[in-house]
């Protein structure tokens, strides 16, 4: 995490109490940071070691876990085997009447799944190192969208399908309200917005979920802006070739060679675009590029106004004429 991020997630948990002092035995303080508190003391925090099958996710959590497996964890599988036991704590809660679990974790999917792999498979002296907080669903929400921002192993349509649920749920659909808990621009945030929206045609024609990026969702936008039911159309064929691939028929459709085919539904094949001039010389000329219903209009900085006017005048009669 960056240190703004850290910053931030301290700012959530400041007022969040630690475990009862009824929880604390049976337990151990480990050190968790090297960060020195008011007092000129070094702070720890209240950690406990479980067996992972005490702890359950948070049906909000914002990894898909099933999406994890041994190989996208297999760093941290290693990790844990060559340190002998988890490093960093998972954030949890109590819960009470879920298929028996004791804690649901907020933070700490990939270090749940790593932790129970190695128990399945040969080393049954692995347990689970969990942090126990009194967490609202709001607080939570944040505490796993801060420590999750700056992880490449969480795609950005896990994140953006997150926020988009989360805006209903915690902020009664107010983008800015959203967008000021969460430190980050309103710009920022509708950009994810718009990546969750996406139509599930869209979604359906990516290889993997994961693969979808926000950048992605920006290129896209002007294709369904421009002929959404073309692209739709085109999205759903990619989808059936995708599905096969997923059971085993044949190989992915790669993302580069999706966004090939949607943008040719929206606009045909690419070709040269058109150019002409207007104006009486090179420099009181407009030249005039288009692509498809797109025109690009081009002039020296120094052209006179005059020049311009006179220049202009010419592509909007020659356009009237050719309709």
């Known amino acids: 995490m960056s240190k703004r991020h850290n910053a931030i997630f301290d700012d959530v948990l400041k007022d969040i109490p630690e475990a009862s002092a009824a929880e604390k035995a049976g337990t151990r303080f480990l ?25 359950t996710m948070w049906d909000r959590h914002n990894r898909a876990y099933e999406l994890l497996n041994e190989e996208n964890c297999r760093d941290l599988i290693d990790s844990i085997r060559a ?26 999917a990939r270090r749940h799944f790593a932790v129970s792999w190695l128990r399945a ?37 896990e994140r953006a399908r997150d926020y988009l649920q989360a805006l209903q749920l915690y902020y009664g659909g107010k983008q800015k309200a959203m967008a000021a808990r969460l430190e980050v621009s309103e710009a920022w945030l509708s950009r994810y917005l718009y990546l969750a929206r996406l139509p599930d045609e869209i979604v359906q024609a990516w290889p993997q979920i994961t693969d979808l990026k926000e950048l992605h969702a920006r290129s896209l936008r002007p294709l369904l802006q421009d002929a959404s039911d073309s692209v739709l159309a085109e999205a759903r064929i990619i989808a059936e070739h995708q599905a096969s691939a997923r059971k085993g028929q044949g190989a992915f459709m790669p993302v580069p060679k999706v966004l090939s085919h949607l943008h040719t539904a929206a606009y045909g094949a690419k070709t040269a675009p058109e150019q002409r001039q207007f104006g009486d010389s090179s420099r009181a000329q407009i030249t005039m590029h288009r692509r498809g219903q797109k025109f690009r209009l081009e002039f020296r900085c120094d052209i006179a106004e005059a ?5 202009f005048d010419e592509f909007v009669n020659s356009e009237i004429a050719r309709e």
């Not at 036991?85 to 028996?100: C, K, L, M, N, Y």
């Not at 020049?307 to 220049?311: F, I, S, V, Y």
């Open 31 to 55: 050190k968790r940071s090297n960060a020195l508190a008011e007092s000129g003391e070094r702070e720890e925090k209240l950690l406990r070691w479980v067996d992972p099958d005490r702890c």
């Open 83 to 108: 340190q002998g036991q988890q490093e960093f704590p998972a954030i949890v809660r109590r819960i009470s009447g879920t298929d028996g679990a004791e804690y649901e974790v907020i933070c700490g």
């Open 121 to 157: 498979n040969n080393y049954p002296q692995f347990r689970y190192l969990i942090e126990v907080r009194d967490l609202s669903d709001e607080e939570a929400f944040r505490l796993a969208d801060i420590e999750n921002r700056d992880r490449a192993d969480l795609s950005d349509y």
């Open 307 to 311: 020049d311009l006017r006179k220049a």
